[in-house]
């Protein structure tokens, strides 16, 4: 009995210790307000998305669209009145690339135009070229030992044809109370461990990758053709060949709609003669490997925790099916307007208020880990040569972060990745004791929709780049919209599926957490650190 009542005690004392943790918690209404007015009733938000969008158009990483991108936003800081506005440098990504045009024909068994677009980073047709389809599977050294000196000329089909499913997902999706009740219940976590058979598949793929290239370009193959994952006509594109100058970038790669990949492959499969026409105008702009740039800018504290950093940040870079409006034009918009925002009403912060725009971040989080790795934190290299031949998030055992000059500096990081949808709370990564202190920070935006702080870990996104060396790092939670069903990494990820009003919402919200967080007495607190 006396165990049961010592343990009501301690959490009785740590409910107790969580509702001081909140009822001290002071949020600033009058700024509150201020910031409200200005991005509900003044907000540039959609004029700066439609310059990056429609004027700039899709952002490729070390794309001269991407160089324009970080110049125009560099000139949208000075104007706006942001100090210390620069662009750091991300060494050796490989080279730019762009295409202009691409027209897709069958003109055999019957005549018809075929949706398709160029993978990033694959070479030209150098003009138009004719060739017969064919389907093969090129999956391992075997089977390029089986199709050598049969493929000249040939434009390949290398994916089986898929079933048509019709979805079963809603197309425009807000959350209701109830999913929100449920992202606050928290899934016991599962041993990610380590899978030799999975990593011996994964290390198979990058060894066959360049082999595949290389024999497709000294094969004379004429092009590639890969289904798209989604259906109903929507093309998803990301990469091909190879971005880094001195490997084989193969032959031009096209990702056909599904509906007419299966056409062409139901022809082939009845034994008809598949005639193709293709021309892909596309090409390197760049001989040698380049550096990338984050673009970063500053509003100074003023306070005597100046030297300290609330970070704001989202990813610049996006792929060019469409014209990366959601993924990820809509997090930059929000995150510029939300400096706009504190710029305007004249803001003096305690701490320096920092925006990053990131190249890099559809290879891999390569601008940000960038970032963390030279000023925040970094892991050490492993002596064992099977840890260090494998990429990074697949290594065990990493260790103990090692600080650089900004890890305690930095107060939070905020990041906006997930589309155009509103904020409906925060993603606290599984650190108890910011709960209370952001339950406060949102009370004045119930009203606008934003209520919820979870425990739940989100990633695949910058924020992981800080949370991974144990300084705070957050996604907010954002209605999906159609994110995922029409636009992730497609050819309608276009400014017509961004939401005005979320937008605003998202940014106002984003500009009092950048604020709050400046003027916090104390740091946040930040989760204990065991070596991983």
């Keep these: 009995m006396k165990h049961l009542l010592w343990t009501a005690a301690l959490l009785t004392a740590g409910v107790a210790g969580l509702h001081n943790a909140s009822a001290q918690e002071r949020v600033d209404l009058d700024m509150t307000a201020r910031i409200r007015a200005e991005a509900l009733h003044h907000s540039q938000v959609m004029a700066t998305l439609s310059h990056l969008t429609d004027k700039i158009g899709p952002r490729l990483t070390l794309s001269p669209s991407m160089a324009e991108a970080n110049r125009w936003t560099r000139q949208q800081f000075g104007e706006w009145g942001l100090s210390n506005v620069h662009d750091e440098s991300v060494d050796d990504l490989g080279r730019?690339?762009?295409?202009?045009?691409?027209?897709?024909?069958?003109?055999t068994p019957r005549a018809m135009p075929l949706h398709a677009l160029p993978k990033a980073w694959t070479p030209g047709t150098s003009g138009t070229v004719e060739g017969d389809a064919i389907f093969v599977k090129l999956e391992s050294k075997a089977d390029l030992q089986e199709w050598k000196g049969k493929l000249r000329g040939k434009i390949v089909f290398v994916d089986d044809a898929r079933a048509y499913k019709p979805s079963d997902k809603v197309d425009f999706q807000r959350y209701t109370d109830s999913q929100l009740d449920e992202m606050l219940s928290f899934p016991m976590p599962k041993d990610r461990g380590f899978d030799p058979a999975m990593m011996a598949r994964f290390r198979a793929r990058m060894e066959m990758a360049p082999l595949v290239n290389q024999?497709?370009?000294?094969?004379?193959?004429?092009?590639?053709?890969?289904?798209?994952?989604?259906?109903?006509?929507?093309?998803?594109?990301?990469?091909?060949?190879?971005?880094?100058?001195?490997?084989?970038?193969?032959?031009?790669?096209?990702?056909?709609?599904?509906?007419?990949?299966?056409?062409?492959?139901?022809?082939?499969?009845?034994?008809?003669?598949?005639?193709?026409?293709?021309?892909?105008?596309?090409?390197?702009?760049?001989?040698?490997?380049?550096?990338?740039?984050?673009?970063?800018?500053?509003?100074?504290?003023?306070?005597?925790?100046?030297?300290?950093?609330?970070?704001?940040g989202a990813h610049m870079d996006s792929w060019h099916a469409g014209s990366g409006a959601n993924d990820n034009g809509a997090g930059v918009a929000v995150m510029m307007e939300a400096m706009r925002i504190l710029k305007a009403i004249g803001a003096r912060p305690n701490r320096t208020i920092r925006v990053a725009l990131w190249t890099g971040e559809e290879q891999g989080l390569i601008g940000s880990q960038d970032y963390v790795a030279r000023h925040v934190a970094h892991f050490p290299e492993p002596t064992d040569p099977e840890q260090k031949a494998i990429p990074a998030f697949f290594r065990q055992n990493k260790g103990r972060p090692?600080?650089?000059?900004?890890?305690?500096?930095?107060?939070?990081?905020?990041?906006?990745?997930?589309?155009?949808g509103r904020i409906r709370g925060i993603y606290a990564q599984e650190n108890l004791a910011v709960a209370p202190i952001f339950e406060e920070w949102l009370r004045p935006w119930h009203d606008l929709g934003a209520t919820i702080v979870t425990q739940q870990n989100t990633g695949s996104t910058d924020h992981i780049s800080f949370d991974a060396v144990g300084v705070p790092g957050f996604q907010f939670v954002q209605d999906p919209l159609d994110y995922f069903t029409h636009v992730h990494h497609s050819d309608l990820d276009t400014f017509d599926h961004a939401v005005e009003d979320d937008l605003k919402q998202a940014a106002a919200i984003v500009a009092a957490f950048a604020y709050n967080t400046a003027m916090r007495p104390q740091r946040l607190p930040r989760k204990p650190q065991a070596a991983n």
């Design 96 to 107: 730019g690339w762009v295409f202009s045009d691409v027209q897709v024909e069958m003109l």
């Design 215 to 312: 024999f497709l370009a000294d094969e004379g193959v004429l092009a590639t053709v890969s289904i798209s994952s989604s259906n109903d006509g929507i093309l998803r594109v990301s990469g091909g060949g190879s971005r880094k100058a001195g490997e084989s970038v193969g032959v031009p790669a096209l990702v056909m709609a599904a509906e007419q990949y299966n056409t062409v492959m139901r022809a082939l499969k009845d034994k008809q003669a598949v005639r193709m026409r293709v021309r892909v105008d596309a090409q390197f702009t760049d001989a040698a490997n380049q550096p990338g740039y984050n673009t970063i800018a500053e509003i100074p504290g003023t306070g005597p925790q100046r030297n300290e950093i609330v970070m704001l």
């Design 402 to 420: 090692i600080p650089g000059p900004e890890f305690e500096r930095i107060a939070a990081y905020y990041n906006l990745d997930n589309g155009s």
